[in-house]
């Protein structure tokens, strides 16, 4: 599971301790909500079926799929499915390889997704080794569904522009410029990333 509430406070606190913006900002939102997935293969599925979709065709797409195939956390059932079958449920050709490649890499053994590197890299190589899941969504899975404190996902568009805004820079950071500024934050990147985004959608809610 992800980071906690308490461990969301406690590093929200340290980060607030190291970086004014991050104080100041705290006042104007408050702390975050956790954000908890269960680590594992359906996890995993859920991402890819969820890409470049909205959250309600994401949802329809799964509903779907699990009324066709049955038991979804089971890899075997995307690898003995048809492409006919995973297409008329509303899954692209190119969604369906992914979904494909994740079952045969957890299904082969090649993937163990209960006993990821420790290392966060080598973790994020070895899930990005799946064929549709990119560095955001290794990122996005071994800090919500893992609760790796350090996760830090400085390609994100909303981290970027909220980092900015609470730091009191005129301009997006590119994501190397991110990652720059926030080495002093380790070991609580992850929970600056949650907390950016908790600060963008207070300023949505706002305007």
Avoid at 154 to 182: C, F, N, T, Y
């Amino acid at each position: 599971m992800g980071l906690s509430a308490q461990q969301l406070t406690a590093s929200i606190d340290a980060l607030a301790r190291i970086e004014p913006g991050f104080a100041a900002a705290l006042k104007r939102a408050g702390y975050p909500a956790p954000r908890l997935r269960d680590p594992g293969y359906e996890t995993l599925l859920r991402t890819i079926v969820g890409q470049q979709v909205s959250v309600a065709a994401a949802a329809s797409i799964w509903n779907k799929l699990a009324a066709a195939l049955g038991d979804l956390t089971d890899p075997a059932t995307i690898a003995q499915a048809s492409d006919e079958t995973l297409r008329a449920v509303g899954l692209s050709r190119q969604k369906a390889s992914y979904a494909r490649s994740l079952a045969e890499e957890v299904t082969t053994g090649r993937l163990d997704l209960h006993n990821l590197p420790a290392d966060d890299e080598e973790a994020i190589a070895a899930l990005t080794h799946i064929k549709g899941i990119g560095r955001w969504s290794a990122e996005i899975y071994l800090l919500f569904a893992e609760g790796r404190p350090d996760i830090w996902p400085a390609g994100d568009l909303a981290v970027q522009i909220e980092i900015a805004r609470m730091l009191g820079h005129p301009a997006r950071p590119s994501e190397k410029l991110l990652r720059s500024w926030a080495e002093p934050w380790r070991p609580h990147r992850g929970a600056a990333a949650i907390f950016a985004w908790h600060h963008y959608k207070t300023d949505m809610d706002v305007i």
